[in-house]
Each structure stands twice: as structure tokens, then as C-alpha cells.
């Protein structure tokens, strides 16, 4: 069973980059999948999650109206398209998986690092 975010790297300010959470060993589909990054010095916050369903719910008012959250169930993966980077969104971002029926977050990716240049 295992997470794996992909499509990080470096960008310049205003740029655009998208992320990937694909699973392996479990289906997404049962799954409420969120995002979250983990600045340098700082601890991790919530970005978004994406319902079963393909609801999202922000988790920071920094990044409404800059990224979106997108379900491949065929592919088994969540994608998140991040527009508009402000170096302030540099961070290792991470998905992780959670059932729906319950509150915790069970399996996490391994990160993926973000840098965005002023």
C-alpha cells in the first residue's frame, strides 16, 4: 500500500505547476484525499482535500482561487493544479489518504518538494 506525489520542482513567481497522488496496493476511489505542505521551519498545515465524490474543501484561504483539486479514478490518482505560485507556497507538499468513514488520515506520500522564486 503506498502514496506516491510527484511534480515538484523549481518555478518562478506566477507560475504553474501540478502535483500527482498516485496510489498503489488501494483504490482511490474510496478515499477522501488530502493535501497538505510543510514549509522550512514551519509546521505542516492543510492545503485541500477532495471528497469520494470529487468535493473539495479548502484548508487555507491562501490558495482559494490559485489551485484546484482533480480525481483520475481510472488512473488511481489526484492531481493538484497549483496556478498563480507565490514564493510563499514553497513547501515539501504531501497527499494522504483517509476512508471516508473516518477522520484519519491512514496512508501518506512521500512528499514532494515545491520552490517557487521571487
Known amino acids: 500500500v503506498q502514496l506516491q506525489a510527484s511534480g515538484g520542482g523549481l518555478v518562478p513567481a506566477g507560475g504553474s505547476l501540478r502535483l500527482s497522488c498516485a ?3 488501494f483504490t482511490l476511489d474510496r478515499y477522501a484525499i488530502g493535501w ?3 514549509a ?3 509546521e505542516r498545515e492543510g492545503v485541500l482535500c477532495i471528497s469520494a465524490r470529487g468535493g473539495t474543501t479548502y484548508f487555507s484561504d491562501s490558495v482559494k482561487g490559485r489551485f484546484t483539486t482533480a480525481r483520475d479514478n481510472d488512473n488511481n490518482t489526484v492531481y493538484l493544479q497549483m496556478n498563480n505560485l ?3 507556497d ?3 507538499y504531501y497527499c494522504a489518504a483517509r476512508k471516508t468513514s473516518g477522520p484519519t488520515y491512514e496512508y501518506w506520500g512521500q512528499g514532494t518538494l515545491v520552490t517557487v522564486s521571487s
Request: without cysteine; positive net charge; proline residues 13%.
Open 23 to 25: 496510489a498503489s496496493g
Open 36 to 38: 497538505f505542505r510543510q
Open 90 to 92: 514553497t513547501a515539501v
Open 40 to 42: 522550512p521551519g514551519k
Open 86 to 88: 507565490k514564493p510563499e
